[in-house]
């Protein structure tokens, strides 16, 4: 399984974009990029997939370059509520395959 | 949208005593997982429950210690046994699709809201 490097934490103020960039340099042909959200005291919860380019959902984007050595998740002005850990996954598509969880990111935004 | 409860959703216990956690989805799931989140930590696998078959348990982590039943497609417990204070932390369960629909494109998991167990 690919291991992901990101950064430990990241600070932000309330509506400003925030971009955090995920490594993952062997990456195999069949894993898609996968990114979670966790609040204190919840479970992860699941915010945007991809495989290559960009994909865009109601809470965030996800841009992928041609190598896929990388990603980046765009959070768009960011607020208050926005303040969590997101971790990076590299995710086997096929299905029940187990999701190896690195440090992840934590994200402080302040007003 | 369906449903990961767990029960109990924290406790604290003496050393030596075991603890039983539960994850119950309202529909039927094909995997169930079991994480373990220390304080301040990220998470980390404990094992895969398949119904029907024995559980796959992840380097570090034994039958005797951390015994899973996975008795129907809703359902599974894990057992925290011989409790000491370093098995103090968050117990998560997952399932790998809802309602028995997977989404195609690479795994996803959906997060029961954690047991915290606290051990004395």
């Known amino acids: 399984l690919a291991k992901t490097t990101q950064p430990i934490s990241m600070d932000s103020y309330e509506g400003q974009e925030v971009n955090i960039t995920c490594s993952h340099n062997n990456i195999a042909t069949n894993d898609y990029i996968t990114w979670y959200q966790q609040f204190p005291s919840q479970g992860p919860r699941f915010i945007i997939q991809g495989y290559k380019t960009k994909v865009t959902n109601e809470v965030a984007s996800l841009f992928i370059p041609a190598d896929r050595k990388s990603s980046t998740l765009s959070l768009p002005r960011v607020s208050l509520s926005d303040t969590a850990v997101y971790y990076c996954l590299v995710a086997l598509s096929g299905g029940y395959n187990k999701l190896i969880f690195g440090a992840g990111t934590r994200l402080a935004v302040h007003p | 949208s369906a449903v990961i409860s767990q029960k109990p959703s924290r406790d604290i216990c003496q050393r030596g005593t075991s603890l039983t956690i539960q994850c119950q989805v309202d529909s039927q799931v094909t995997m169930m997982f079991w994480y373990r989140q220390q304080p301040g930590q990220s998470l980390t696998l404990i094992a895969t429950?398949?119904?029907?078959?024995?559980?796959?348990?992840e380097s570090g982590f034994v039958i005797d210690k951390f015994p899973i039943s996975r008795p129907n497609l809703t359902f599974s417990t894990l057992t925290v046994s011989n409790l000491s204070p370093e098995d103090s932390s968050i117990y998560l369960c997952s399932v790998d699709s809802l309602g028995g629909q997977r989404t195609s494109g690479g795994e996803t998991q959906y997060f029961g809201p954690g047991t915290r167990l606290l051990v004395l």
């Open positions: 429950a398949n119904q029907g078959s024995e559980a796959t348990y």
